[in-house]
């Protein structure tokens, strides 16, 4: 079946460590997305890649990096620099075609210990 | 500036009785618009989406919405509220190719018994 894989599930870092989410996709879409969600908000755009070796700021991006190596693979690494990390972390794809929905993951819910 | 909001936070009914969750959305182009689900600890769920054909757009487990351009409004109704419909529910506006999309802050139903 198609779809989009985020793993862990679950995560825990210590304080001043980097540490890299996976995501996943067999949907052959161009796009993928990060978002960051926090308890009582919205979803807030961290990177997005339109294509393999390309991808662009979201609105929230300090802290974070990513890559685009293959079109099915969007890792997301929330760096030491990324102030308050603790939250939950949804990756997307989509086709680059006026209309098509989103495809999410399940989601990684990253906590600083 | 593009938006879409969604008209509350929080919306509590009784099992059995409608539901209603509000959003409008700012447009300066032809917007496609979707719903989403989101229960506790998961990912996002397509409900429904519209892409400039009929006007009143039918989803999954009962959903519907309907585009009224005038009102610049995509509200999500339905008719009776069950107790597995208790989720976050995100009105989505998506522009041009469908890379640049707005969530809106989300909607939390809740359904008393």
């Known amino acids: 079946d198609g779809g989009i894989t985020q793993s862990p599930k679950y995560l825990f870092r210590k304080e001043g460590q980097n540490v890299t989410l996976s995501c996943e996709q067999n949907l052959n879409h161009d796009a993928m997305y990060w978002y960051r969600q926090d308890p009582g908000q919205g979803l807030r755009l961290i990177y997005y890649s339109q294509i393999v070796n390309d991808f662009q700021k979201g609105d929230i991006a300090e802290g974070y990096s990513v890559s685009r190596e293959k079109k099915e693979s969007f890792p997301l690494t929330v760096t030491s620099a990324q102030k308050n990390p603790t939250a939950f972390y949804l990756c997307?794809?989509?086709?680059?075609?006026?209309?098509?929905?989103?495809?999410f993951g399940q989601g990684t819910r990253l906590t600083v210990v | 500036a593009q938006s879409v909001t969604q008209l509350d936070s929080h919306v509590s009914v009784s099992e059995g009785t409608p539901v209603l969750l509000r959003c409008n959305y700012s447009s300066s182009y032809s917007p496609s618009l979707f719903w989403y689900v989101q229960h506790p600890n998961k990912g996002l769920q397509l409900l429904l989406k519209?892409?400039?054909?009929?006007?009143l757009v039918k989803g999954i487990n009962g959903f519907e919405a309907e585009f009224k351009k005038s009102e610049t409004s995509f509200h999500l109704t339905k008719p009776s509220a069950h107790m597995s419909d208790a989720a976050e529910y995100f009105c989505v506006v998506s522009y041009t190719g469908g890379f640049k999309t707005i969530f809106g802050a989300g909607t939390r139903l809740f359904v008393k018994a």
């Open positions: 519209y892409t400039s054909a009929a006007t």
């Open positions: 997307a794809s989509n086709d680059r075609e006026w209309g098509t929905e989103a495809f």
